[in-house]
């Protein structure tokens, strides 16, 4: 057993004691599937000089999991009333635990106690792409993330360019780090079963080399207006259209082509033309 909590009647039974229904508005939907907790463990490779982060914890069905093979876990969980249910849950190796009370979005990165090594949660799913994203731009100690997502959101992480899920969250978030893994959990491994089916991605830390800052914004841009040529939806975004005639042509990039068929390297090479064509035309451009 990993998580004693990661059944129907051991949740039933805490949620009952401390008096607590599922919250919707929190996207609390409790994992009561021991075995996706193993397979999460798997992935994550966790050993006793990890320093885990954990957000939306919930009752702590994945922390206590994780407690006795990490050597900390900073979890991050919205839900007040859930800091006395996570005191008791996680009683056994509490000397580990660092309980940050608050909204992650807010709390990472200048609110966290400590510098962690991994990413692992079972995510609220409404921020779990923004979060994910912030994670790897804004805690760069975090070399690798095993995350519970939604499964649509799985795909977009995992999208190849020229699939209809791959746009500028793939590509960003690629500039950063590669998909390792994947599995597929359905709404049975949940109380209550959420509406959607669900998927664990693993992302490691493998930044793109030279990567201009502006890349970015070059990618929003691209895929601001996606039915447009990539270099129509540019200019829609104020890039100048000179500008961007001379960096197509300097990166060999079509100007007629769609953002979605382009690489997350083609677009580094396109921000880094974009940067030389400006400084050409005297500072011109976005």
Same mark, same amino acid.
């Given at each position: 057993?990993?998580?004693?909590?990661?059944? &129907?009647?051991?949740?039933?039974?805490?949620?009952?004691?401390?008096?607590?229904?599922?919250?919707?508005?929190?996207? &609390?939907?409790?994992?009561?599937?021991?075995?996706?907790?193993?397979?999460?463990?798997?992935?994550?490779?966790?050993? =006793?000089?990890?320093?885990?982060? %954990?957000?939306?914890?919930?009752?702590?069905?994945?922390?206590?999991?994780?407690?006795?093979?990490?050597?900390?876990?900073?979890?991050?969980?919205?839900?007040?009333?859930?800091?006395?249910?996570?005191? %008791?849950?996680?009683? &056994?190796?509490? %000397?580990?635990?660092?309980?940050?009370?608050?909204?992650?979005?807010?709390?990472?990165?200048?609110?966290? =106690?400590?510098?962690?090594?991994?990413?692992?949660?079972?995510?609220? /799913?409404?921020? $779990?792409?923004?979060?994910?994203?912030?994670?790897?731009?804004?805690?760069?100690?975090?070399?690798?993330?095993?995350?519970?997502?939604?499964?649509?959101?799985?795909?977009?992480?995992?999208? $190849? =360019?020229?699939?209809?899920? /791959?746009?500028?969250?793939?590509?960003?978030?690629?500039?950063?780090?590669? +998909?390792?893994?994947?599995?597929?959990?359905?709404?049975?491994?949940?109380?209550?079963? =959420?509406?959607?089916?669900?998927?664990?991605?693993?992302?490691?830390?493998?930044?793109?080399?030279?990567?201009?800052?502006?890349?970015?914004?070059?990618?929003?841009?691209?895929?601001? &207006?996606?039915?447009?040529?990539?270099?129509?939806?540019?200019?829609?975004?104020?890039?100048?259209?000179? +500008?961007?005639?001379?960096?197509?042509?300097?990166?060999?990039?079509?100007?007629?082509?769609?953002? %979605?068929?382009?690489?997350?390297?083609?677009?580094?090479?396109?921000?880094?033309?974009?940067?030389?064509?400006?400084?050409?035309?005297?500072? $011109?451009?976005?």
């Amino acid at each position: 057993m990993h998580s004693w909590l990661a059944n &129907q009647s051991a949740t039933r039974d805490v949620l009952d004691g401390f008096g607590l229904s599922t919250k919707h508005r929190l996207g &609390q939907n409790f994992l009561v599937d021991d075995t996706v907790i193993g397979r999460i463990l798997d992935l994550a490779e966790l050993d =006793p000089s990890d320093v885990v982060l %954990e957000v939306g914890p919930g009752i702590g069905t994945l922390t206590v999991a994780m407690l006795p093979h990490a050597g900390a876990v900073c979890a991050v969980e919205a839900d007040r009333q859930l800091e006395p249910v996570l005191a %008791e849950t996680c009683a &056994q190796d509490s %000397e580990r635990l660092n309980l940050v009370m608050g909204d992650a979005l807010r709390v990472i990165p200048d609110g966290l =106690p400590l510098e962690p090594g991994k990413f692992v949660s079972n995510l609220p /799913y409404q921020v $779990a792409a923004t979060l994910i994203l912030k994670v790897f731009s804004e805690v760069p100690s975090v070399r690798r993330a095993v995350v519970m997502v939604q499964a649509e959101v799985a795909d977009r992480i995992c999208a $190849a =360019p020229g699939s209809k899920t /791959y746009g500028a969250y793939t590509a960003k978030l690629a500039l950063l780090g590669r +998909v390792t893994g994947r599995f597929e959990v359905g709404p049975g491994s949940f109380n209550p079963p =959420p509406h959607v089916n669900s998927a664990v991605v693993r992302i490691d830390r493998a930044p793109l080399e030279g990567v201009p800052s502006s890349t970015p914004a070059v990618i929003d841009a691209a895929f601001a &207006q996606r039915r447009k040529t990539i270099r129509n939806s540019m200019a829609s975004s104020g890039y100048e259209k000179a +500008v961007l005639d001379a960096a197509f042509a300097a990166c060999g990039i079509a100007p007629s082509v769609r953002a %979605e068929t382009l690489s997350p390297g083609d677009f580094v090479r396109l921000a880094a033309a974009l940067e030389g064509a400006a400084a050409g035309e005297g500072g $011109a451009g976005a």
